[in-house]
């Protein structure tokens, strides 16, 4: 069946620094979402690709999706203490199907 | 977007009993979802819920252990049946608005059984 993996599970990184997680899917995606979780709080949208080497931005954010519309990755860029939180993938193929979620933690 | 909350925020209960979440929207959609979380865990999909019609479950869910109510378009509930430790999670409703899939969660009920 349709699988989303996701890279790595967690990641420390210091302020400032950049961070990036990957997303992988056993299926071509229609389309894959980003969503943030902050600690103890809900998943939150973040944004939607649809078109294969889609590439978008919002502020020090960028999303890719392959070519083969079969991976992603999100990249932060200069990261702060606002960033914390798991970031999900979720690819929909016949459905959606929510990666495990890369946990961020910040060290000031 | 669209304002979801969900009643109760959180609730403990015991082994053998049922506890039935509420789902209310600020605007009318056609499908909602329900969706569970285990701590420190992915989201897991129970089952979609459509207005007028029975609820579709995901694999590994059946409807005697989660029995959901779609009354209107703006509303659904779940119950959670003859609970065990085992369901102790965070269960999420979520509609899907604007670009087809974009999904939007409730603030989840944090479910523990003893």
């Known amino acids: 069946g349709q699988q989303v993996m996701q890279i790595p599970q967690y990641q420390h990184v210091q302020e400032g620094e950049d961070f990036t997680t990957y997303c992988n899917s056993s299926t071509t995606l229609s389309n894959i979402q980003w969503y943030k979780q902050r600690p103890g709080g809900h998943p939150v949208f973040l944004i939607q690709?649809?078109?294969?080497?889609e590439v978008k931005k919002q502020k020090r954010l960028t999303f890719q999706f392959g070519e083969a519309k079969k991976n992603s990755s999100l990249h932060i860029t200069a990261t702060q203490t606002t960033d914390v939180g798991t970031y999900f993938c979720a690819g929909r193929d016949d459905k959606i199907i929510f990666g495990k979620g890369t946990r961020l933690h910040i060290l000031p | 977007s669209a304002v979801i909350s969900q009643k109760p925020s959180r609730d403990i209960c015991q082994r053998g009993t049922s506890l039935t979440i509420q789902c209310q929207v600020d605007s009318q959609v056609t499908m909602m979802f329900w969706y569970r979380q285990q701590p420190g865990q992915s989201l897991t999909l129970i089952a979609t819920a459509n207005q007028g019609s029975e609820a579709t479950y995901e694999s590994g869910f059946v409807i005697d252990k989660f029995p959901i109510s779609r009354p209107n378009l703006t509303f659904s509930t779940l119950t959670v049946s003859n609970m065990s430790p085992e369901d102790s999670s965070i269960y999420l409703c979520s509609v899907s608005l604007g670009p087809p899939g974009t999904q939007y969660f409730g603030p989840g009920t944090r479910l523990l059984v003893l």
């Open positions: 690709l649809v078109k294969s080497g």
